[in-house]
């Protein structure tokens, strides 16, 4: 059976950040809404994502804290049990509590319908539609204006051998109900550094394998270094430089051949194999060729700084659209949609100053431009780094592992780029989000307020270093 509805102002594919962040703006404008979803409400981030993976982090901080007590004199080194299957429990529990607090029971509360079914779009450019395929027939929606927020999944490259073998991705590892004895993980960038930490503190034997020449290699160099070191320490192998040749399986193992660019061949055996080289945008499948939706080299949605599509009536939001894989800037554009599809507030998204965070043990944080991307602009750059054992934070928490890098425009004073390995440095960085926007220079920030014995205090710290030497500051020196 097919039933047509129309009377809707938005039509949206997905029920992740963006889709939400969407439908709340359209409600709160008196619009009527409708949203499609083929599987979980709640998109990547609070099911799969960010959510699960930083409950399971969290427990393995805790016990790798426990394991390294010693530094601190007076208190001995334990050895924590794990109890994986409860692990997994309380972080699926609050998976749901989540997913019904911030997504479906406010779909509820706001009244707009969640229809659990398969859209594609129909019709003509001029004309589209959705026609929903659910398991009683099919639905055909005509609205206004359509959002496509449907995500991004894991990509996995082609790799000799690899799908035969088998292999977790970030969303089926967290659906593991026994912890592995051994694992190799395939990318050294933010998903397969926390992947790699997380299931190494939980006692699993982990092998990072990285194509480019260092760990995190969008990051500065310096944090780089940091991050290889805490690895080191932490006895997880990392093999830089090294792509994933082939994969075979022997004895019910994995065994992962690396390969460098000279031709070098390592083979690596373990009980799983974690790939983690990116994402791709979710568009499969959406018929977008029939309504003029043009898609991109990767799949992403073409859009403009409006997040309008090549049809005038469609916008994509989120990881689909091929920007700033993020859940916030999802949120961001998902709102900046409903504004100006059903507004018309022609409203655009800064980018400048945009933060990210790795939530590794020391944190990777960042915003703004590294020295390269500043030389490459045709700026002078005047970078200091501070290393963590210059702040007394760190050395009260007995761990003065990571720094603070400033990167300033050497004839303005003005700061570019911070970038930050420490304990909490996406705390410190959303700081540094604010002294950017703020277009504030290195001296404004050597001379604003901090809190002493804060992390963020590093921040002031490095801003001194540009006119003082800071070893030999007193505490809370101003």
């Given at each position: 059976m097919t039933t047509t509805e129309?009377?809707?102002?938005?039509?949206?594919?997905?029920?992740?950040?963006?889709?939400?962040?969407?439908?709340?703006?359209?409600?709160n404008q008196g619009r009527r809404v409708l949203m499609i979803e083929r599987g979980t409400t709640g998109g990547t981030c609070v099911n799969v994502g960010c959510v699960p993976s930083k409950a399971l982090l969290a427990a393995a901080e805790a016990r790798h804290g426990a394991a390294t007590s010693a530094r601190f004199p007076g208190l001995a080194a334990a050895e924590l049990p794990v109890g994986f299957g409860q692990l997994v429990g309380g972080k699926d529990a609050l998976v749901?509590?989540?997913?019904?607090e911030k997504y479906t029971g406010l779909a509820d509360d706001y009244g707009w319908e969640v229809v659990p079914g398969t859209a594609t779009f129909a019709g003509t450019t001029d004309a589209p539609i959705l026609e929903v395929t659910l398991p009683e027939g099919t639905?055909?929606?005509?609205?206004?204006?359509?959002?496509?927020?449907?995500?991004?999944?894991?990509?996995?490259?082609?790799?000799?051998?690899?799908?035969?073998?088998?292999?977790?991705t970030s969303t089926t590892a967290m659906e593991l109900d026994?912890?592995?004895?051994?694992?190799?993980?395939?990318?050294?960038?933010?998903?397969?550094?926390e992947q790699a930490q997380l299931f190494a503190r939980l006692g699993t034997d982990v092998t990072v394998i990285e194509a480019l020449e260092r760990l995190a290699p969008f990051?500065?160099?310096?944090?780089?270094?940091?991050?290889?070191?805490?690895?080191?320490?932490?006895?997880?192998?990392?093999?830089?430089?090294?792509?994933?040749?082939?994969?075979?399986?022997?004895?019910?193992?994995?065994?992962?051949?690396?390969?460098?660019?000279?031709?070098?061949e390592t083979e690596l055996r373990a009980e799983h194999?974690?790939?983690?080289?990116?994402?791709?945008?979710?568009?499969?499948?959406?018929?977008?060729?029939?309504?003029?939706?043009?898609?991109?080299?990767?799949?992403?949605?073409?859009?403009?700084?409006?997040?309008?599509?090549?049809?005038?009536?469609?916008?994509a939001a989120g990881d689909v659209a091929g920007g700033p894989q993020f859940v916030y800037v999802a949120a961001a554009q998902g709102t900046l949609v409903a504004d100006n599809a059903l507004?018309?507030?022609?409203?655009?998204?800064?980018?400048?100053?945009?933060?990210?965070v790795t939530f590794t043990s020391p944190a990777i944080a960042a915003v703004g431009m590294t020295d390269a991307q500043v030389a490459e602009a045709g700026l002078r750059c005047d970078c200091r780094t501070l290393p963590l054992q210059h702040v007394p934070r760190?050395?009260?928490?007995?761990?003065?592992?990571?720094?603070?890098?400033?990167?300033?425009?050497?004839?303005?004073?003005?700061?570019?780029?911070?970038?930050?390995?420490?304990?909490?440095?996406?705390?410190?960085?959303?700081?540094?989000?604010?002294?950017?926007?703020?277009?504030?220079?290195?001296?404004?920030?050597?001379?604003?307020?901090?809190?002493?014995?804060?992390?963020?205090?590093?921040?002031?710290?490095?801003?001194?270093?540009?006119?003082?030497?800071?070893?030999?500051?007193?505490?809370?020196?101003?």
């Open positions: 129309s009377g809707f102002d938005l039509a949206i594919v997905g029920s992740g950040s963006a889709a939400f962040a969407a439908a709340i703006a359209a409600v749901e509590q989540l997913r019904t639905r055909r929606i005509e609205a206004a204006h359509y959002l496509i927020a449907t995500g991004s999944a894991p990509w996995a490259p082609p790799v000799d051998g690899l799908e035969q073998a088998g292999y977790l026994a912890l592995p004895e051994s694992m190799v993980v395939v990318g050294g960038n933010a998903v397969g550094l990051e500065e160099p310096e944090v780089s270094q940091v991050i290889e070191d805490v690895f080191a320490d932490e006895g997880i192998g990392v093999h830089t430089g090294a792509t994933l040749a082939s994969v075979r399986t022997e004895d019910g193992a994995r065994v992962a051949t690396a390969r460098t660019r000279a031709g070098k194999l974690l790939i983690a080289t990116g994402r791709r945008p979710v568009t499969s499948g959406l018929g977008l060729d029939a309504v003029g939706v043009k898609t991109g080299e990767r799949g992403e949605v073409v859009v403009d700084e409006f997040q309008r599509t090549t049809n005038e009536r469609i916008w507004a018309g507030a022609g409203r655009t998204l800064d980018y400048t100053a945009l933060p990210r760190a050395l009260a928490n007995r761990d003065t592992r990571g720094l603070v890098k400033l990167v300033a425009d050497a004839d303005t004073g003005r700061v570019l780029g911070v970038h930050v390995i420490a304990d909490g440095a996406g705390d410190i960085i959303t700081a540094a989000t604010y002294a950017i926007t703020a277009q504030m220079t290195v001296d404004q920030l050597a001379h604003t307020w901090a809190p002493y014995l804060t992390m963020a205090e590093a921040l002031k710290l490095a801003a001194q270093t540009y006119t003082a030497d800071v070893a030999k500051l007193s505490c809370c020196a101003g």
